[in-house]
Each structure stands twice: as structure tokens, then as C-alpha cells.
């Protein structure tokens, strides 16, 4: 089993930069592929990035290629979110989730285990 846990979240300017962060609790962690989802109010929960337990291969959303990066720490048992370029989307939850099926996939019904989200905000 994998417990998730994000941080990182904030308010930030239109353009600006934020890192998200998910540490990871388990001794499979390694064995995971994991995503990023967000969500805002009232919407449903959208893929944003993946990324294979090995960090060798990685997926991105339309919206966010080119401004997002995914990578992982199997060591450290984290995974990061790097966000650049921020378009003024008001707010929104990102969350972490793992699957143990190693696959990279947008679909919310493969993770198996989610953390409990990290509040994003992108105002000026």
C-alpha cells in the first residue's frame, strides 16, 4: 500500500513558477507509475502528467506540455510537479496518485491511491 502526501501549493502570480511535491510512504513506491490530476470547483478531475516507475518515460497533458515537468526520486520516495508559465486558472486542487500497474495513463480509475490534494491559485 501507498500513502500519498502533496505540498507545495500556493498562490501565484499569472506566469509565474510553483513546484508541487508528493511524498510517497511504502516500500513499493519504486514499483508505482505515477500522475498528476487536477480539479477544479465544480469540474471534473483532469489528467495533467504521468510518469513510469523507472522516471524513463513520462506523458503530459495538451494543456501543460511544455510547461509542466514530472519527475520522480525513488529514493527519496518523492515525485515533483514543476509548473512554469501559470495561466490565470483561478483555483485548483492537484493531486498525486499511484498506480501499481506501472502503466502511464490519464484515466482517473487506473490509480489506485490518491493523496489529498494541494490547493493551486493562479491570480494576479
Known amino acids: 500500500q501507498v500513502q500519498l502526501v502533496e505540498s507545495g501549493g500556493g498562490l501565484v502570480q499569472p506566469g509565474g513558477s510553483l513546484r508541487v511535491s508528493c511524498a510517497a510512504s511504502?516500500?513499493?513506491?519504486?514499483?508505482?507509475?505515477m500522475g498528476w490530476f487536477r480539479q477544479a470547483s465544480g469540474k471534473e478531475r483532469e489528467f495533467v502528467a504521468a510518469i513510469t516507475s523507472s522516471g524513463k518515460s513520462t506523458s503530459y497533458a495538451d494543456a501543460v506540455k511544455g510547461r509542466f515537468t514530472i519527475s520522480r526520486d525513488n529514493a527519496k520516495n518523492t515525485v515533483l510537479q514543476q509548473m512554469k508559465s501559470l495561466k490565470p486558472e483561478g483555483t485548483v486542487v492537484y493531486y498525486c496518485?499511484?498506480?501499481?500497474?506501472?502503466?502511464?495513463?490519464?484515466?482517473?480509475?487506473?490509480?489506485?491511491?490518491w493523496g489529498q490534494g494541494s490547493q493551486v491559485t493562479v491570480s494576479s
Open positions: 511504502g516500500r513499493t513506491f519504486s514499483g508505482y507509475a
Open positions: 496518485a499511484a498506480n501499481a500497474y506501472n502503466r502511464i495513463s490519464n484515466g482517473v480509475s487506473i490509480y489506485n491511491y
